[in-house]
Structure formats: structure tokens, C-alpha cells
């Protein structure tokens, strides 16, 4: 079983940044692709961004793009959201997630941090 957890949440203004880092323990992280999700109330979770262990591709959804960026530290289990440029319509509670690469469904979520942006 994988565990996650993040931090790094908190309220910022517009134009403002916040990395967000998740924590990954309980299982090979080479195995796993990580991805963050965001959520707000009333709406679906949506992806956000991933990152894959095998060979470090990179996913944004398009209202990100060019603003976020994913990385990850294999050595320290750890996988960062910089987020640059904040919106608010980026507030939501944010997840990472983990999906093992020969899935098709992430199996493991972190408890979430909330992301405020302000104006």
C-alpha cells in the first residue's frame, strides 16, 4: 500500500506562488505515476498534473500549463507542485495521488491542502 501526504498549501494573491509537496512511503516509487488533483466544492476532481517513475514524463491539463511544473526527488520520495501565477480560479483543495503504471485507476490519495488565491 502507498501512503501520501502533502503540504505546502496556504493563501497567497494573485499572481503569487506556492509549491506543494507530497510525500510518498509504503511502496516502490519507481512503480507508481503521481499525479496532483485538485478539487472544489460541488465539482469532480480534476487532474491537475503527473509525473511518471519509469521515464519522468510529464502531464499538464491545459489551465496550468506554463504556470505549474512537476518534479520529483526519487532519492527523498518526494513530488513537488510549483505553482506560479496563481488564479483564483486555482483555489481548490489539492491531492496527489498514486496509480501503479500498469493501471488504469489511482489507487492511493493524500488527505488534500487547500489552496486559497485571493484578489
Known amino acids: 500500500e502507498v501512503q501520501l501526504v502533502e503540504s505546502g498549501g496556504g493563501s497567497v494573491q494573485v499572481g503569487g506562488s506556492l509549491k506543494l509537496s507530497c510525500a510518498v512511503s ?47 526527488d526519487t532519492a527523498e520520495n518526494m513530488v513537488y507542485l510549483q505553482m506560479n501565477s496563481l488564479k483564483p480560479e486555482d483555489t481548490a483543495v489539492y491531492y496527489c495521488g498514486a496509480r501503479y503504471i500498469k493501471s488504469s485507476k489511482y489507487s492511493y490519495w493524500g488527505q488534500g491542502t487547500q489552496v486559497t488565491v485571493s484578489s
Open 26 to 72: 509504503g511502496h516502490s516509487f519507481d512503480e507508481y505515476i503521481i499525479g496532483w488533483f485538485r478539487q472544489t466544492p460541488g465539482n469532480e476532481r480534476e487532474g491537475v498534473s503527473a509525473i511518471s517513475a519509469v521515464d519522468d514524463s510529464t502531464y499538464y491539463a491545459a489551465s496550468v500549463k506554463g504556470r505549474f511544473t512537476i518534479s520529483r
